[in-house]
């Protein structure tokens, strides 16, 4: 059985940093983290494949973010830093057996999701 789970979420100052988890089980995969802000769609933020070895983000968050695996604890990370208003949403862990879904931002095609955790950045 596959599981996502999210962690880490919080309200922050702007320019301040969070680190999210994603406990990620039963799955070997492609994972990639997505934002939904309020009455908007959702959006992918950053993306990591089954290796570890490459990664994408989206431009929006591009030197801001950082995407990692850890292996040893099945947990895939994303560490935000220099945080502003704009980066307020519930964000979500989202996994995909296949490579061919690296790299891409369109939500249907991940299989898996986590329940989400909320990031509210105050100015």
């Known amino acids: 059985q596959v599981q996502l789970v999210e962690s880490g979420g919080a309200s922050v100052q702007a320019g301040g940093s969070l680190r999210l988890s994603c406990l990620v089980s039963?799955?070997?995969?492609?994972v990639a983290w997505f934002r939904q802000a309020q009455g908007k769609a959702r959006e992918g933020v950053a993306g990591?494949?089954?290796?570890?070895?490459?990664?994408k983000y989206a431009d929006s968050v591009k030197g801001r973010f950082t995407i990692s695996w850890n292996n040893a604890k099945n947990t895939v990370y994303l560490q935000m830093e220099s945080l502003n208003p704009e980066d307020t949403a519930k964000y979500y862990c989202?996994?995909?057996?296949?490579?061919?879904?690296?790299?891409?931002?369109?939500?249907?095609?991940?299989?898996?999701w986590g329940r989400g955790t909320q990031v509210t950045v105050s100015s």
């Open positions: 990591i494949d089954d290796s570890g070895t490459y990664t």
């Open positions: 989202a996994a995909d057996r296949s490579r061919l879904v690296f790299g891409s931002w369109v939500p249907t095609l991940y299989k898996f």
């Open positions: 039963g799955l070997t995969g492609t």
